[in-house]
């Protein structure tokens, strides 16, 4: 399954292979199965959750000139509450 | 070209034995640490940046240290006290070091922008004071 994502990534989208496609997908998709609780169902919203943080990098730095990887604050900030507010959850 | 490896071992085996050390420690007590690309890339950020403001390399050194202090009181505050997932909470940490380095880091970092650096760096302290807080008063 992995490697058809990784497939689709390169013939889909960048259309060529770099050393740099692709870094940190598979951590992204570890923290998205962790953050769906390992429902394929849940993974979907998810995925799509942290896919829209990755995207909203690329506006950022058109709008403001800040690197699009600085989007990883806000991913990281939303995932560190989510951590913490695992055991409320677990009650 | 055998002395130029040896030395090149030592110069870029110094780092990965000290992130090594500190990863020993948490691995000896039952952490599995993936956070420490996370603190490092912290420390990186905080030593230069009190290096370039202070123009002192041990100051920075120690703000360095510092600042792996506190990306390892978050982690060590997720996961002792909220039961977190190790693991999410490690390669969230990683993730955070490497946005914290590209956000505050962008291009070089001249005298002039050291200010507003610590501008960006008193609001970030100040966002992780309320949500310390915040946390107190969701637990209790």
Redesign the interface.
Known sequence: MAGIAGMIEIAGIEGRLRPATGV?YG?LG??AA?MAWNHPLRLIVSAFVLGMISVAGNSLEIGS???S?????????V??FL??????L?K | MIADILTGAFRSGTSVMLASQGELISERAGVINLGTEGSMLAGALGGFAVTAWTGNPWLGTLAGGLCGLLISAIHAFLVLTCHANQLATGLTIMFFGMGLTSFFLDGDLSASKSSVLIRYLSLTYRIFRFWARFYSIMIR
């Not at chain 1, 990883?72 to 900030?77: N, T």
């Open positions: 940190n951590y570890f923290l962790w000139g800040l690197p990887s600085s989007v990883y604050i806000l991913m990281a900030l995932l560190f951590l913490g507010s695992g055991r409320r677990n």
